[in-house]
């Protein structure tokens, strides 16, 4: 099974983006297909190709176990508790070693766990939520089938129900759910994701940070290196602009840069051989495009000249944007480090005389200006949903936007989700 992106070439939706599983013998999986496009009003094409990604390690347990997945939650009485039991247990495993456990010799397959890491926390959420909605979503079409054929025994529906029943939310980041439900076996278990080490900024403080660095002479704070400097004040006024994360910003390459859009393709890179961050799954990045000020775009342009004198004396040439000035010539030229992004930041808040800061705060602050951009506009929660999600580039079960735009804007949200699906006769 692959996954593959169909792009449609005609009509209304040209250029649209469209992930589809793919088979092993070439033919497209109706059901992940069919609840992808009904996810479209939710989530756009990068989403989606995430989501089925994560759907995916669950077909390949389906594969390892010999459970039909699709018939036993539209026309049966759904995955049993000891099912979702070794589903759970396999979702922890990476989709590599689920592809080689299918394969595998049932007499080989005990000896290769052994070797098997683990997914992260993060990631383990991730795709049990993912997987619990396409499995919430075949049992719901079943029961439309099963009604429609009138094959709605009463003993059946009733298990069904039972097995089918959603957690119900009762606090920010809390549900609970009811016994002997899929949901309660499946979401219920996973582990609880380790808060953020990071200390949280104030807003105000942000804001004067931003405005410095807007005003800022980069000569008065890197006197001693022309180079440097000019690289610092790019950096510096991408992120505030962008938002983009430390690891997207390092991530960047020459060939993403797009001068006549005068814009910067952030594209999701799974292990980059030319990349330190190349263990990294960059989970959270997702495919799109930033925008630079002209003054920043101006910046870009004088750096980029700067960049091939400095690549022309390095021991290696590196396409990556963002690259080392350091003194040792095994460093020279190459792509930055985390740590060292971030000193930069902290270099110009110490010359601001502003309190220790590093660069992911930043991104608070453009979430923060979209957040007060979007209730200026009076955009719908819809709307607000998929503009900042885009440009943030969160993933699709992350609750930043409930956090920047208050619990309300996600309650009308699928408020309305469900007015149209209940429209289009999605739901019962």
Known sequence: MIISVHRIEEGPRAGERIPLLRLTDGSIDPYVTSWSMQQRIRLTPSSRETAIYEILAAKLWAKIAGVDIEQAMVYGPCLSSEHVSDLFYHLHLRSDDLRILSTAKPLHASKLYEGFTRVSASSLRRRTTFVHAYLAWLGAYGNRVLRRTGRDDAALMDLRAERLRAPITVGKGRAEYHANSIAAELLGNRPAVRPSRLSTVPTAQLEEFGLAVSLMERALIWPKNERRALR?????????????????????????????????????????????????????????????????????????????????????????????????????????????????????ARFFELPALSAHPLRHLKARRLAELVREKKLTPEEARKAITYLMRWSDDSGMLDHYLGDSADLKAEAVMETIHRERGQHD
């Open 232 to 348: 610092n004040e790019l950096i510096l006024k991408t992120l505030i602009e962008t938002g983009l994360r430390s690891g997207e910003m390092r991530q960047i390459k020459i060939s993403d840069i797009r001068p006549r859009e005068r814009k910067i393709a952030i594209v999701r890179r799974h292990n980059d051989p030319d990349s330190k961050g190349r263990r990294e799954s960059n989970a959270k990045t997702h495919d799109g495009l930033v925008s630079l000020a002209p003054e920043t775009w101006t910046l870009l342009t004088d750096w980029l000249t700067m960049h091939d004198n400095i690549t022309a004396n390095a021991r290696e040439a590196s396409d990556f944007l963002f690259i080392n000035l350091d003194r040792n010539p095994a460093h020279f030229g190459q792509q930055m480090s985390g740590p060292a992004l971030d000193a930069i930041v902290k270099q110009a």
